[in-house]
């Protein structure tokens, strides 16, 4: 004969300690209750009151199990034979007296969960949180916010990175943002500008045209922003923003490498955006 699998072993070894437990805790409150001594009771007598609270138990969990779906018009069953009505029988017998309590304390247990994680940071309060309350923020163009690295290249076109689109209009809502740029001639100031403005820059954010400066030189650029005395000044060129450490609060370095800087004024990332953690 071939041996039970060993969950239902271990089902049947639970089942006995749970009425074994249960007739003697019930068995007690009875002797208690109607002055009948423990000592008296017969082995019939105590596996009448187990049987009834097995009973008790299997019934409770059968009312408390979820119904099953109703139909609009049930299919005829066929007649149940005594074989179907056997198998039928032992498989709710044998079915896990804790498998409805495991459940329920699963979907308490992730109500809990789902309760008490953690809120997600929105996007405004990163930034506030990483600009630590700076209010004024000056910011190049190349590199940075748009696509292209070099002047030349905006003689011909200019294109707003998307991926720092969100965190730029987060910026301007929080900041007072000036962006600027070295351009080597008015069609590229154009270009730039136009670039901005079907970003929906100038209408989704808080920054106006006449806050994107351009300058034919990079000390000009460090001029606008020695002028400008922002919180915060972001840019591509290590040695604008070596120069300007000893007026500015906090530069961030944008570069595909990174830069050790001795001073804690100089942070460093990859991109605007990953800066922000996105």
């Known amino acids: 004969m071939a041996e039970p699998p060993s969950h239902l072993s271990s089902f049947k070894d639970e089942l ?11 068995a007690l409150k009875m002797s208690n209750l ?20 097995v009973a008790i138990i299997f019934t ?23 074989s179907t009505a056997i198998s039928t029988q032992s498989n709710i017998t044998l079915m896990p007296s804790g498998v409805y309590s495991s459940s ?35 910011c190049r163009l190349l590199g940075v916010i748009l696509e292209e690295s070099s002047p030349e290249e905006l003689q011909t076109k200019a294109t707003v ?6 965190v730029l209009l987060e910026i301007t809502k ?24 079907n970003a929906g820059i100038f209408t989704s954010g808080g920054l106006v045209k006449d806050k994107v400066l351009f300058c034919s030189t990079e000390n000009g650029r460090t001029s606008f922003v020695r002028q400008l005395e922002p919180d915060w000044h972001i840019d591509t060129n290590p040695e604008i923003v070596s120069q300007l450490a000893r007026f500015i609060k906090y530069q961030l370095h944008v570069s595909p490498v ?13 991109s605007l955006e990953k800066f922000f953690g996105f």
Request: net charge positive; proline share 8%; with cysteine.
């Open 161 to 166: 990175r998307p991926s720092v689109l969100d």
């Open 60 to 82: 409770y969990r059968f009312t408390r199990s979820p119904a099953p779906p109703t139909r609009r018009q049930p299919k005829r069953q066929a007649p149940i034979t005594s």
């Open 34 to 53: 109607f002055s009948i001594s423990l000592q008296k009771l017969d082995p019939r007598s105590v596996g009448a009151i187990a049987g009834l609270a």
């Open 104 to 138: 329920e304390d699963l979907r308490a247990q992730n109500t809990f969960d789902e309760f008490f994680q953690p809120v997600k940071p929105t996007l405004g309060q990163i930034v506030r949180q990483k600009l630590n309350e700076g209010r004024k923020v000056t």
């Open 174 to 197: 929080f900041c007072d943002l000036y962006l600027m740029e070295r351009v080597i001639d008015d069609e590229s100031e154009k270009n730039v500008l136009l670039a901005l403005e």
């Open 258 to 270: 990174k830069t050790e800087w001795t001073t804690g004024k100089v942070l460093s990332s990859p």
């Open 16 to 26: 006995i300690q749970l009425i074994k437990r249960l007739g003697t805790y019930l």
